[in-house]
């Protein structure tokens, strides 16, 4: 399986690097900088964003390519969050999909990391008065918040009329480090509050779940189109 990596880099995006390699699959990373995912026979590294690659370039690439990751974030620093690309997640997506041949035989499998911040409003999912009014200022004071909401709002418009893409979006709560994969549960929807009572879900747990959809057939039919909650169990 040929995996395209945005956000190769970061905290989760390179331990999906890895875990996508142990996997025997062939990746291709997008980065900023070389220098920081170790080399490895199966592994491309291309020094250049979904947002700054030649139209032509990243068309070629999505066409030999099976399925994409997408663990982008906002660095924490006031450019990381009040800079440009401030809709650096929606604007990636959205290039992607203007990209993608209709053509293709298979759709291409887009497994987007986001948050338990995000909700599904497909669902319907509630929060407290307190809880949506905070979520209101977060939207307005916060940029990558509004970010990951409308990479969300995306997915789930285009998801239904874009033949060539299909989409899963995972959504962990307060973000751990451990150094191996443990046990951790699915759920449609978040079971605790993600402000006042959060749990927690480790990095590598957020990985293996990115990497298991895109490489495990029926757990992606179980999932597509949907926004699972992934909690580390306790």
Known sequence: ?????????????????????????????LVRNLSVLEAHAHLQQVKETALSMENEQLESLLADSDALVCCLGHNLTLQGVYGAPRMLVRDSLQRVASLLSVKREQPLKIALMSSTGVRNVLLKESVSSLERSINVLLRWLLPPHRDNERAAQFLQRQGS??????????????????????????????????????????????????????????????????????????
């Open 161 to 234: 009329r874009h033949h060539a893409l299909q989409w899963v979006m995972v959504r962990p709560d307060t973000l751990i480090d451990r150094a191996e994969v443990s046990e951790y549960s699915w759920h449609s929807s978040p079971t605790r509050s993600a402000l006042f009572n959060a749990g927690e879900t480790s990095r590598i747990n957020v990985a293996h779940t990115l990497c298991q959809l895109v490489l495990d057939d029926s757990l992606w039919q179980q999932w597509q189109s949907k926004t699972p909650v992934i909690y580390n169990v306790e």
């Open 1 to 29: 399986m040929k995996v395209v990596v945005l956000g190769a880099t970061g905290a989760t995006g390179r331990l999906v690097v890895a875990q996508l390699l142990d996997s025997g699959c062939q990746v291709t990373a």
